[in-house]
Structures are given as structure tokens and as C-alpha cells.
């Protein structure tokens, strides 16, 4: 069984530029989480996706940040302008769901905003 | 809000010694726990889970876990440390909505 993808795996952009993740959770999960770890502090979480609805968006930083889930597979996270701030790296989870609480993670988008 | 705490950033063992990973945790009811390693470079990988039942909670790679009630802990446990252990070890509990919340993470260094 394939495990959660993310691309690309490295990204250096410049401030005010867009850049934009994806995540392919694995197969038959409907639950993708997307965290990320700024400046080796805690990780964090960012948003919940059921299927391709946005269970929880309560930890987005801002609306810069959009995410999407179209047709409930793989999932995008776009950046737009991205800001110094927005350094860090962004994982991307999925769960299977009621009685499987476990995530699994994908390896993680290192992301640096010069 | 659900919390919880590695009040260690860092443990050393010699290969060999049985290892102990802390994490307390604060919750209101009852906690769904985890543990996660991330190896260098590398993503978190899942290791244990306590959600309820048997306190003593095993999982991958040797490791386990004890759950404490009275001492909101969430300890990790290997009885004998591998080199290969050294990774950095994240404690985590689900809130409210299924999303986690990590402590600070904990290095592991195992030596020869």
C-alpha cells in the first residue's frame, strides 16, 4: 500500500511569489490533514478535509493560504503572495476515520521564502 | 484545549539501555494519544496509539507505551535502545475535530 505523497518535496520561492503543494493521501482515506513546522517550533495544524469538504479550517494562518480537495482525492495548497513567514515544512496527513483516529504522514514540503 | 508536554529536548542513552521518552499530556475527558517518530529527512511515521482499554499500549519497531491516569503521562518505553532509534520523537493528542496537537518533540541520541 502506497503511503501519503507530497510534491514537490523542496521549494525555494521569493517573497510575493506563489507556490503551490499537493498531497495524495493514500487510497480510500477520506480524512487529509494538512501541518506545518515553522522555524522548528511545534507543529501545527492548518486545515481538515472530509472528502472534499472543509471539515476544519480553523488553523489556516491567514487568506493567503487556500487549500482545495477537488473530487475528494488529492489535495493542493496554494500560497499566494508568500510572505518570510510562510517558511517552514507542510505536511500533509490522512486517516481513514471512525475507528482508525491514527494519521499518517506524508514526507513533508520543505518550503523557504526568500 | 488539549495539550500536551515533552519537558525534554533532548535524551541520551547507550545502545543497549532500556530508553524512556516523556510526554504529559492536559485534556478535558478522555485522551486519544499517540506517538510519532520522525527519522532524518525523512516524514512522522506512527508508532502507538492509546485511545482506551489495557494501559500498556505496544507498537512498532520494540517500542511501547504506558498510559497514567493519575499522573497524566504517556511515557515512551523501549526495553533495549538501538543506534538506529536515534530520531526525533514526537508525543501528540487529538482534539476536538480529529486534529492532532504536538508537544515541542524530543531528540533521541542512542551511542555505541
Known amino acids: 500500500e502506497a503511503g501519503v505523497t507530497q510534491f514537490p518535496s523542496h521549494s525555494v520561492i521569493e517573497k510575493g511569489q506563489t507556490v503551490t503543494l499537493r498531497c495524495d493521501p493514500i487510497s480510500g482515506h477520506d480524512n487529509l490533514y494538512w501541518y506545518r513546522r515553522v522555524m522548528g517550533k511545534e507543529i501545527k495544524f492548518l486545515l481538515h478535509?472530509?472528502?472534499?469538504?472543509?471539515?476544519?479550517e480553523s488553523g489556516m494562518p491567514n487568506n493567503r493560504f487556500l487549500a482545495e480537495r477537488t473530487g475528494g482525492t488529492y489535495s493542493t495548497l496554494k500560497v499566494q503572495p508568500a510572505e518570510l513567514e510562510d517558511s517552514g515544512v507542510y505536511f500533509c496527513?490522512?486517516?481513514?476515520?471512525?475507528?482508525?483516529?491514527?494519521?499518517?504522514f506524508g514526507p513533508g514540503t520543505r518550503l523557504t521564502v526568500t | 484545549a488539549q495539550s500536551v508536554a515533552q519537558p525534554e529536548d533532548q535524551v541520551n542513552v547507550a545502545e543497549g539501555n532500556p530508553l524512556t521518552v516523556k510526554c504529559t499530556y492536559s485534556v478535558s475527558g478522555n485522551p486519544y494519544l499517540f506517538w510519532y517518530v520522525q527519522y532524518p529527512n525523512r516524514g512522522l511515521q506512527f508508532l502507538l496509539k492509546?485511545?482506551?482499554?489495557?494501559?500498556l499500549v505496544k507498537g512498532s519497531y520494540g517500542f511501547e507505551a504506558e498510559f497514567n491516569k493519575s499522573q497524566t503521562s504517556f511515557h515512551l518505553k523501549k526495553p533495549s535502545a538501538l543506534v538506529s532509534d536515534s530520531a526525533l520523537y514526537f508525543c501528540a493528542v487529538r482534539e476536538y475535530g480529529n486534529k492532532l496537537v504536538f508537544g515541542a518533540g524530543t531528540i533521541l541520541r542512542v551511542k555505541s
Open positions: 496527513a490522512s486517516s481513514a476515520g471512525r475507528g482508525h483516529p491514527e494519521q499518517y
Open positions: 478535509f472530509v472528502k472534499e469538504s472543509k471539515q476544519d
Open positions: 492509546y485511545i482506551t482499554g489495557d494501559n
